[in-house]
């Protein structure tokens, strides 16, 4: 079967689990060296945590969403099953050899796993220790030793006294506000596991609890007098009355229950040196080794070992199976989410959560887990199975990819997703069963990518799920390749003099991520290691690497040169043309006040909108924005300003400063859609910037033909004779409309012709100017008979012709193109809209043959 794709199991027979803990609370007096109040230490936990998502292995619990509450609570859910090596414990019985192996085995497995991405589980238990539907080990809460910094942000100790190491009893305990502690204790090894693992092994054979009955204090002393005694197996043995029983095991188990409960740490082995012990021969070649799952991005064939039935008929055969199971955990859990789910109010429900006594004076009581006040052991079932989910058909979960496939959702309601389809984008992303049936489609086709990337664009158009849009702006990127390999080759860590330019702390703090150490320190590693592989230059991981060095060339060519000056103002010189273009009104209006482009518009294109809209708008925008061409920022910011453009007309130049200083709520749904309008009626060569980025090699654009159109700038187009040559900024700055070039000319005559397609609605432009020769249609309007001599527009039948096609492109051609400029700046004066001029005047035309010279009368 076809497996989801993305770094996360399907659900299978897991459930969805969840549990809650505190972070230690700061003091809110007190402030970093840098004067800013202190990092919240559940901020810190949350950014720890988006590691532990990605750490995948078939003896871990998945880890899917950590989220904060009041008062530094934390929530954590993950794959959670119901049954655990407690179990054991609570029937009394005692495990046969072949299952203290097996469990044993997998267990150092999962260790060993954690081991290499540098971490320790620290708080091993019985009921740590989960068992799936087959019997296999799956290891809970492997995470929150690390996410906590190895306890240093929560006040209670990470993990149980009867399965933790000596060394660890040794140190005692510690947190960062206790002065009486002089040097923070090492953070525990690989070792630690080892022995609260002989403790779990120990149990099993034995059928009971260890040091169940004893206080903990004298739990501790006992343990640490293991110390002195020669075998430690048996002491603890005779302790609990069961050395008949640990006398009848298998040789091999003593030898490895010795191994493990070895008091020194220098002599007890590693989970890896344990995996490799002669005692496990007999169960090793059991198990296949785990291999990771090819990512999206990389250099290995994904579809290596995909295996489909014979008949495809058969993965929708039956009616009662549960497709939902099939999913990714994640994406079960974003859906349950969208459904109404509430981790808060569901934990509440259960107990989990309880309030505290209104009695601020009563003894803080903690449990070993960290809960306050009385946290049940119950991790109960999240997702709710009278979902709506359940009832979507068995085809929805299978979309076929034809090309000719309809762009909508399609399911048995396929009446009601087509009317969904057309809400709002805010709804449609909190619709349920819409969300899944999308999510899905999206799933298949970032399977099939790059050979299915036309489709994915096609998609990407009607909107893009919020749980797969990282993926899909990489696949509208024209991400590929191994770039993990390519990100790992870059030096990150070497002090480079830009180091001190990257401020992260300014950046959209109020994310919780973003705001957290853990996302500063991934957030400068990017920008470093981009700022290291464009050496010419100043100013998660891998993919965010590889978008970023795809993202930059693509909408901020040579934007961060040490000397961008001729850059930003050409830049900005044709955001000034096009706003004159669509709006001249607004544009002579704030010219004469001169509130310019360059005192607002800047930090509009450095950081491509994400200085003026918080991230949840951002997202919808660029989710637009990276189905465009480079010139598409230049719309959305004409977009802006026309949202903005009664207070605009309405202020003079104080006024505006104030209004950009503090930016008012903007409809990012609208300010999309207008942006589109504005870029259907832009021609291509209008936006011409000689510092653009280079044209790509020949058919080559990166999106494949279904998207070219769209995606390709004017520069990757093939220069000819009727293409427009550069001009020098001092030129373009004097001149208040855009030129276009023959070709767009050519290409608006013909759609006057043949109806509105591709990108320009208007159709039939008017060309002004009649000398030695004209396109069919055009008017002759000299410029004293148009324009009286207070530059008003002359009432004549010529200008009346013009009004009448006020709206449409209208294309001015002269001889001399400083008549040109001067034609096109008077109309734009007396606000006529989408008004340009050809590069290189009437000479362009006269090889195509399209010139209509009038004959001699006789």
């Known amino acids: 079967m076809l497996k989801p794709s993305g770094e996360m199991r399907p659900l299978k027979d897991a459930q969805l689990g969840a549990f809650t803990f505190f972070a230690s609370a700061l003091p809110h007096d007190v402030c970093g060296s840098n004067g800013l109040p202190l990092t919240p230490n559940s901020i810190k936990i949350l950014g720890r945590f988006q590691i532990l998502k990605t750490v995948t292995h078939p003896r871990l619990c998945q880890y899917v969403d950590i989220s904060r509450g009041k008062h530094e609570r934390l929530i954590v859910v993950a794959e959670h099953f119901e049954s655990s090596l407690s179990d054991f414990q609570k029937q009394g019985k005692k495990a046969s050899s072949e299952k203290v192996l097996q469990v044993a085995y997998e267990l150092l497995e999962g260790l060993d796993f954690m081991n290499k991405h540098g971490m320790v589980h620290r708080a091993l238990s019985a009921h740590n220790v989960l068992m799936d539907c087959k019997g296999n080990v799956k290891l809970a809460k492997f995470g929150l030793y690390h996410m906590t910094d190895h306890g240093a942000d929560v006040d209670f100790p990470i993990g149980y006294p009867s399965y933790l190491a000596p060394e660890v009893i040794a140190q005692g305990s510690f947190h960062p506000s206790d002065s009486s502690h002089d040097e923070v204790p090492l953070p525990s090894g690989p070792k630690t596991d080892v022995w609260s693992l002989g403790v779990l092994l120990f149990e099993l054979c034995a ?66 040196e344990l995996l490799g012990d002669p005692v496990f021969n007999g169960v090793s070649c059991l198990y296949t080794p785990f291999k990771k799952p090819v990512s999206l991005f990389s250099s290995s064939l994904r579809c290596a070992h995909l295996e489909l039935p014979e008949d495809i008929s058969d993965l929708c055969k039956d009616d009662d199976e549960d497709y939902l199971s099939e999913r990714a955990i994640n994406e079960v859990y974003h859906l349950w989410c969208l459904a109404g789910g509430d981790l808060e109010k569901e934990l509440t429900n259960k107990g989990i959560i309880q309030s505290k006594p209104p009695i601020c004076t009563l003894a803080n009581f903690v449990l070993e887990d960290g809960e306050s006040f009385g946290q049940r052991r119950d991790r109960s079932f999240l997702l709710d199975d009278t979902t709506r989910l359940r009832d979507v058909a068995g085809e929805a979960y299978y979309p076929l990819l034809e090309d000719e496939q309809s762009s909508l959702p399609q399911s048995n309601s396929s009446n009601e997703l087509s009317t969904t389809v057309k809400l709002p984008l805010i709804i449609r992303e909190r619709d349920t069963e819409y969300q899944l049936i999308r999510i899905v489609l999206f799933d298949r086709l970032l399977k099939a990518y790059p050979y299915k990337k036309n489709l994915v664009w096609k998609e990407a158009r009607v909107d893009i799920p919020p749980l797969v849009r990282g993926l899909v702006w990489a696949a509208l990127l024209g991400i590929e390749g191994d770039i993990q390999a390519k990100y790992e080759s870059t030096d990150k860590d070497t002090p480079i003099p830009t180091d001190r330019q990257r401020w992260i702390s300014r950046c959209h703090q109020y994310d919780e991520l973003l705001s957290s150490p853990q996302g500063h320190i991934k957030f400068r590693r990017v920008l470093k290691a981009w700022v290291v592989s464009h050496p010419d230059l100043v100013y998660w991981q891998a993919l965010a690497y590889a978008c970023m060095s795809a993202f930059i060339p693509k909408y901020l060519y040579n934007f961060f040169l040490k000397d961008n000056s001729h850059v ?291």
């Open 207 to 272: 059928g009971r609890r260890l040091l169940q009955n004893i206080e903990i204090s004298e739990r501790l002393k006992f343990i640490l007098t293991l110390g002195c005694m020669d075998d430690i197996v048996t002491v603890l043995a005779e302790e609990h009355g069961c050395l008949d029983a640990i006398k009848e095991l298998p040789e091999n188990v003593l030898e490895l229950l010795r191994k493990c409960l070895t008091f020194l740490p220098s002599k007890r082995p590693t989970p890896a």
């Open 568 to 858: 930003i103002q050409e830049y900005l010189t044709v955001f000034s043309q096009m706003i004159a273009f669509h709006d001249p009104e607004l544009s002579n209006h704030l010219n004469e006040i001169g509130f310019i482009p360059d005192l607002y518009a800047i930090p509009w294109f450095l950081t491509m909108f994400t200085h003026v809209f918080p991230l949840h708008k951002i997202f919808h925008l660029w989710d637009t924005l990276l189905l465009g061409n480079s010139s598409f920022p230049f719309c959305i910011g004409v977009a802006i300003l026309q949202q903005l453009r009664d207070r605009l007309l309405a202020n003079g130049f104080n006024e505006c400063i104030l209004l950009f200083s503090d930016l008012p709520e903007i409809d990012i749904e609208r300010c999309v859609r207008e942006s589109i309008n504005l870029f259907c009626w832009t021609p291509k060569s209008a936006t011409y910037r000689q510092h653009a980025q280079p044209p790509k090699a020949a058919g080559d654009n990166g999106f494949g033909k279904a998207a070219s159109y769209y995606t390709s700038d004017y520069q990757d187009m093939p220069k000819t004779d009727l293409s427009r040559d550069p001009l020098a900024l001092c030129d373009l700055k004097a001149e208040v409309s855009p030129r276009i070039s023959a070709e767009d000319l050519i290409d608006l005559c013909e759609l006057s012709l043949s109806g509105p397609v591709k990108r320009t609605r208007a159709g039939n432009p008017k060309l002004l100017h009649f000398n030695r020769g004209h396109i069919s249609g055009s008017i002759n309007i000299p410029f004293s008979t148009a324009f009286g001599p207070n530059s008003e527009l002359v009432q004549c039948p010529a200008t009346g012709v013009l009004q009448s096609y006020r709206g449409r492109v209208i294309v001015i051609i002269s001889h001399a193109i400083t008549n040109a400029v001067m034609f096109a700046a008077h109309l734009v004066k007396v606000n006529f809209p989408r008004v340009c001029f050809l590069d290189g005047g009437i000479n362009k035309l006269k090889p195509t043959g399209l010139l209509t010279v009038p004959s001699p009368i006789i």
